[in-house]
């Protein structure tokens, strides 16, 4: 089982729509990141965050850490969001010492005009 | 000008080549990674450097090794490529442990 899983894997929806991406890990985790992969192929980080929520624009990201479980939200989706979105978890000292990041599959998103 | 920058974008080689990925940085942080992405598979750990002096080896270094020649450049080498090595490899850099990573633009490695 993989350390750390996003739902759906695909998602299609009509522009306007409210968009929620889950993420949920296995393993104790000191910070989640939220990235955006472009159709070209370029990376963006979202978020890092590691408790509550944070908002950026139309994006909301939040995070329950007994849960073990984060969401990316975007409001008022338009065809311009459409990318990949990938979750990942930075384990901190409870990885062994080991730096970098843990990813999910990600989630391919298409908003439809 | 980008922050982190990769060459080449795009490489095709055949099986038993050493090839060598470049990464550089105008961003000033001292953490550096590499990773490799497949599709279906997510991003994958090969190596990470917290310095010129440290290296350190991620989940799948089997068949990889870098160089951290200065502060601003780190490079990946593939001794002997080999067909299952074919993946879009990605540098980052980050300026603290955990902290948000900032991605080159990715080199698409094809191996024949």
């Known amino acids: 089982k993989n350390e750390v899983e996003q739902s759906p894997q695909n998602l299609t929806a009509q522009e306007g729509e409210f968009i929620t991406i889950n993420c949920s890990y296995s393993v104790g985790i000191s910070a989640l990141h939220w990235l955006q992969q472009h159709p070209g192929g370029g990376i963006v980080s979202l978020f890092m965050l590691s408790s509550g929520k944070k908002k950026h624009g139309r994006l909301i990201a939040t995070i329950n850490i007994q849960e073990k479980h984060s969401s990316l939200h975007i409001t008022a989706s338009h065809p311009r969001d459409s990318a990949v979105y990938i979750c990942?978890?930075?384990?901190?000292?409870?990885?062994?010492?080991?730096?970098?990041?843990?990813f999910g599959k990600g989630t391919h998103l298409i908003i439809q005009p | 000008d980008a922050d982190v920058t990769q060459t080449p974008r795009n490489r095709i080689t055949k099986t038993g080549k050493r090839i060598m990925l470049e990464c550089s940085q105008t961003k000033g942080h001292d953490r550096m990674y590499w990773y490799r992405q497949d599709p279906g598979l997510g991003l994958q750990l090969i190596y990470y450097s917290f310095d010129v002096k440290d290296i350190n080896k991620g989940e799948i270094s089997d068949g990889y090794s870098v160089s951290r020649q200065a502060q601003a450049k780190f490079s990946l080498s593939l001794e002997s490529a080999i067909p299952n090595q074919t993946a879009l490899y990605f540098c980052?850099?980050?300026?603290?442990?955990?902290?948000?990573?900032?991605f080159g633009p990715g080199t698409r490695l094809t191996v024949l």
């Open positions: 980052a850099t980050s300026d603290f442990r955990g902290g948000t990573q900032y």
């Open positions: 990942a978890v930075w384990r901190g000292d409870s990885g062994g010492g080991a730096d970098g990041l843990t």
